[in-house]
């Protein structure tokens, strides 16, 4: 079995800046494409970034210039680093992974998400 947790959510100001992470743990072989999405109240789980194994990025148009992802594929780590937050980038945000396994096989898994709120 594969597992995504995810921290590093919580309450800021609009402005403000907050880091999640996710560590991925398991029968995993190797790690592919890795990235974060979100949820908002009311909405579809949009993409905010992802990077694959080869460092190649690539961010929503809402992530981009405020937002970086970064990567330990060897050690089955992601990061967000999210900067002058807005209020409609509150939502639970998930970490998302496309794994091999050590049993030969190739799924993406999610974490259960993190919680960031924006708000004065």
């Known amino acids: 079995q594969v597992q995504l947790v995810e921290s590093g959510g919580g309450l800021v100001q609009p402005g403000g800046s907050l880091r999640l992470s996710c560590a991925a743990s398991g029968s995993i072989f190797v790690i592919n494409t890795m990235g974060w999405y979100r949820q908002a109240p009311g909405k579809q789980r949009e993409l905010v970034a992802t990077?694959?194994?080869?460092?190649?990025?690539n961010y929503a148009d809402s992530a981009k210039g405020r937002f970086i992802i970064s990567s330990a594929h060897a050690k089955g780590t992601v990061y967000l680093q999210m900067n002058s937050l807005k209020f409609e980038d509150t939502a639970v945000y998930y970490c998302?992974?496309?794994?091999?396994?050590?049993?030969?096989?190739?799924?993406?898994?999610w974490g259960r998400g993190t919680q960031v709120t924006v708000s004065s």
């Open positions: 990077i694959s194994r080869d460092g190649s990025t």
């Open positions: 998302n992974a496309d794994i091999f396994t050590t049993t030969m096989s190739s799924n993406t898994y």
